[in-house]
């Protein structure tokens, strides 16, 4: 009987103990952040969108490399001699158009390792997360600055340049043939007064070749050089 | 009376009886479920630390309006196995039980839908009705959950009738009449005059009286709010366990008519309580009405009287709401038939020694 009048007092004391608690907590002041009006900040090294900053870009591909899941694709072309692309901002030069630089931020799994080998500190994360589509392709992110027609441009130039490239270096080859062929003869004829010096001579004629080759390259790269300075202060004078 | 103002401004009986009635649905009981689905998300949410309904106006309050029209536009679903004139049949059932028991209720003294002498125990007769209705629902809806949360509902309702009905028959037995508005007119004057004070007057009798009528009181608070299946007593609702017990298959208006039933009874029952403990109508400090001798104001203020202690029992439902857990069915039936049951017989005897005496 006790029992039964216990059950009732601890039945009347709980639920009027719950009641107080849930009646605190009505003047409580609410813990919701109302999300789109209000937003809370984010800690320092959040991860989220990953931003490419083009200007400082030098084409390197070290980040689609480090990327685990290959979200960045990047194609790049070889700048002409005589094109200056520009320096990044802590001053190294840049030497080829980047025709295609796509991060697929559907694939991305904002693990940051992108960010780190970049020598130009160029890719970085942002406190961005809201970038939502409809379609899918629309995450698909193109950093590349330049226009479509002015990559394919890039590509035939190059092109271009290497065939004529090509073109000397069989020249150079054509007329280095020509001249050793002439040594040969030479050779030919001394054969008979200095057998001693054989096994020498060919060797040193390979090394000779070999720099002649160098110098030409050499010269190409240096006379384009001359030819873009000029070019420049051109410019500066309009 | 109401009643006589709408007869000599139409001339037809009819049209005074219709308007009459109509008057409680329109002015009173869709309003509040207005405001009463409103303020159980508020006070549900900022009971948990949360802020509920924030973005249709001002803090939420135009939220259940959208609600109302997003679901006058949903798909009145009918499934092929479904019973279909018991499960069209069901959500109309259920609501015209609840709103019945509001032709009952004295709002003010000018306002009655039907001032008959057995007032309370047609209350507590019609409310019978609901339990056909959501029984209706849940067999016809041909859901094992429906039906299982309308075969709770069922038992639930009528073990609690019991405890409630032995209450009103101990208030019936102090005042001598079964009429909602002559119980309101005995507690006139100042709150002092209440039944959960003791009643009118100032003898040994009303001291007496009062433990008991606390006790009566707290057993017919708790037996209504288990009529009303409200958690704590929500078990033929469960969510956790039956979906959302027999309404799981209605969807729109139909849907809507369950919810709009639920929130009537809610204010009925906190109706039927302020009626026989906390004087009905009465103003617990006198009048405006008289002190400036304004005779129509008497009745308005009688309404506001009303529905703020209605309203009150409201929000206390609510409150218990969001603080107790649901109770599993052995412990909702020891509850009643253990606990509420006995002591209110006793209660009732010996309310009924004293008036002997």
Same mark, same amino acid.
Do not use: A, E
């Given at each position: 009987m006790s029992q039964y009048f216990k059950n009732i007092w601890s039945a009347i004391s709980t639920v009027s103990i719950g009641m107080k608690v849930t009646f605190k907590h009505l003047f409580v002041p609410a813990v919701t952040i109302q999300y789109p009006d209000v937003k809370l900040e984010l800690p320092e090294r959040e991860r989220n969108r990953l931003y490419m900053n083009?200007?400082? *870009?030098?084409? *390197?591909d070290q980040c689609a490399r480090a990327c685990p899941v290959n979200c960045i694709e990047i194609e790049t072309v070889k700048s002409l001699p005589d094109e200056d692309l520009g320096k990044t901002s802590n001053g190294k030069r840049k030497a080829l158009w980047v025709t295609k630089f796509n991060i697929d931020i559907a694939k991305? *799994?904002?693990?940051? $390792? +992108?960010?780190?080998? +970049?020598p130009t500190e160029c890719i970085y994360m942002t406190d961005v997360y809201e970038f939502s589509e409809f379609k899918r392709d629309n995450l698909i992110y193109d950093y590349a600055t330049l226009s479509p027609e002015e990559r394919v441009q890039k590509k035939v130039n190059y092109e271009k340049f290497e065939a004529e490239k090509a073109a000397q270096k069989a020249a150079a080859a054509a007329a280095a043939a020509a001249k050793k062929a002439e040594e040969d003869k030479a050779k030919a004829e001394n054969k008979e007064v200095k057998p001693e010096n054989k096994e020498i001579k060919p060797e040193t004629k390979a090394t000779d070749t070999e720099s002649k080759e160098t110098k030409t390259d050499d010269k190409t790269t240096s006379s384009g050089n001359n030819e873009t300075k000029p070019e420049n202060k051109e410019d500066k004078t309009e | 009376m109401i009643y006589d103002f709408f007869y000599n401004l139409t001339g037809s009986q009819i049209l005074a009886y219709v308007i009459g009635s109509l008057l409680p649905l329109f002015i009173f009981i869709l309003p509040f479920a207005l405001v009463a689905v409103l303020l159980e998300r508020k006070v549900s949410a900022h009971m948990q630390d949360r802020l509920g309904?924030?973005?249709?106006?001002f803090h939420g309050i135009l939220q259940t309006v959208a609600d109302i029209l997003k679901l006058i536009q949903k798909e009145d679903i009918v499934a092929s196995p479904n019973d279909k004139p018991l499960f069209n049949l069901a959500p109309v059932l259920v609501f015209a039980g609840s709103y019945t028991a509001f032709a009952a209720i004295p709002f003010t003294s000018a306002f009655i839908g039907s001032n008959i002498d057995l007032g309370i125990i047609f209350i507590i007769a019609i409310t019978g009705l609901v339990v056909a209705g959501i029984l209706m629902a849940g067999w016809a809806s041909n859901n094992k959950y429906t039906l299982l949360g309308a075969m709770r509902s069922a038992a639930q309702i009528i073990s609690y009738e019991i405890p409630t009905i032995l209450v009103v028959l101990t208030l019936i037995m102090i005042t001598g009449t079964a009429s909602l508005n002559k119980l309101s007119e005995m507690q006139s004057?100042?709150?002092?005059?209440w039944m959960i004070l003791?009643?009118?007057? $100032?003898? $040994?009798t009303k001291f007496l009286f009062i433990p008991f009528m606390i006790i009566g009181f707290v057993i017919i608070y708790i037996s209504t709010l288990a009529e009303v299946n409200r958690t704590p007593f929500d078990i033929p609702e469960a969510e956790s366990e039956l979906v959302s017990g027999y309404h799981t298959e209605y969807s729109g208006m139909k849907f809507a008519m369950f919810f709009l039933a639920e929130y009537a009874n809610m204010f009925a029952v906190s109706a039927i309580v302020v009626a026989l403990f906390?004087?009905?109508?009465?103003s617990p400090v006198g009048y405006l009405g008289n002190t400036f001798h304004l005779p129509w104001l008497i009745p308005i203020e009688q309404f506001f009287w009303f529905t703020f202690k209605g309203v009150f029992f409201v929000v206390v439902q609510m409150w218990l709401r969001w603080t107790l857990p649901r109770l599993r069915v052995d412990q909702l039936m020891a509850v009643c038939w253990k606990y509420l049951i006995p002591i209110a017989f006793v209660n009732l005897l010996i309310v009924g020694l004293i008036t002997v005496l």
């Open positions: 083009m200007d400082d *870009c030098i084409g *390197c991305c *799994c904002y693990c940051q $390792l +992108c960010v780190f080998p +970049c | 309904p924030m973005r249709v106006g004057g100042h709150f002092w005059n003791g009643g009118p007057g $100032l003898s $040994l906390f004087g009905g109508y009465q």
